[in-house]
């Protein structure tokens, strides 16, 4: 079974700086997807980014990018010109490729908090 | 376009009742999936359905049961309840096989007393 460890309970930036969140997991698997998602105080999950395995080259969406290492199974999150509205529960998460379903795996989330 | 929806968005139950939770997918998704979040926790895979069938299921005890319904909405029944089930349900949506990212619902907060 995967993994998905966060080992950063909880992080402070101040605005317009930038925070580095970190994720590992753990898989036999060769091919998979990896996601960061964003959890406001609102509840409601918002997909961050994805990254596929087989890409070598690191996701980017604005201000979000990835920082994939498949070797050491690492799978870090840069947010620059951290906003206040950045401000929410971030959560790894890791999908295989080969099961039947498409069920997400995640970790125990970092708390970022955005300070003016 | 609407996302994700479910119903109710919190509710209150007593130890040892029954409870169903909605979810209405995203449009033009078939693939529902339901996770348990505690306080505090990452969303915990309960099953997912496809084509009115589970397809996929997660370690969670007989007493949590779904359905599908032929316009791809579900339900999430949970049996004699217990304290510990006391969680924020999410639904997720994605639009079946081949893409793999899931669009999530803001939620049902139960709570077990």
């Known amino acids: 079974a995967q993994t998905v460890t966060q080992s950063q309970p909880e992080m402070s930036v101040q605005e317009a700086e930038t925070v580095t969140l970190s994720c590992t997991y753990d898989?036999?698997?060769?091919?998979?997807?990896l996601f960061w998602y964003k959890q406001p105080p609102s509840r409601q999950m918002i997909l961050v980014i994805r990254?596929?395995?087989?890409?070598?080259q690191n996701a980017t969406e604005n201000r979000f990018s990835v920082n994939f290492q498949k070797a050491a199974k690492s799978f870090s999150l840069k947010i620059s010109d951290s906003q206040l509205g950045d401000t929410a529960m971030y959560f790894c998460?890791?999908?295989?490729?080969?099961?039947?379903?498409?069920?997400?795996?995640f970790g125990g989330g970092t708390r970022v908090l955005v300070k003016p | 376009d609407a996302g994700v929806t479910q119903s109710p968005t919190h509710l209150i139950k007593t130890r040892g009742q029954q409870v169903t939770l909605r979810c209405s997918p995203k449009?033009?998704?078939?693939?529902v999936s339901w996770y348990q979040q505690a306080l505090g926790q990452g969303p915990q895979f309960i099953f997912q359905?496809?084509?009115?069938?589970?397809?996929q299921r997660g370690n969670f005890p007989d007493r949590f049961s779904g359905h599908q319904f032929p316009n791809y909405s579900s339900e999430l029944n949970v049996n004699a309840l217990l304290l510990g089930d006391s969680a924020l349900y999410l639904c997720?949506?994605?639009?079946?096989?081949?893409?793999?990212?899931?669009?999530f619902g803001p939620g049902t907060r139960l709570t077990v007393t």
């Open positions: 449009s033009g998704h078939d693939t």
């Open positions: 990254q596929e395995a087989y890409k070598q």
């Open positions: 998460a890791f999908m295989s490729q080969w099961s039947a379903g498409n069920k997400l795996t």
């Open positions: 898989t036999s698997e060769s091919n998979y997807y």
């Open positions: 997720a949506s994605s639009p079946g096989r081949g893409v793999y990212e899931q669009y």
């Open positions: 359905y496809y084509e009115e069938e589970e397809r």
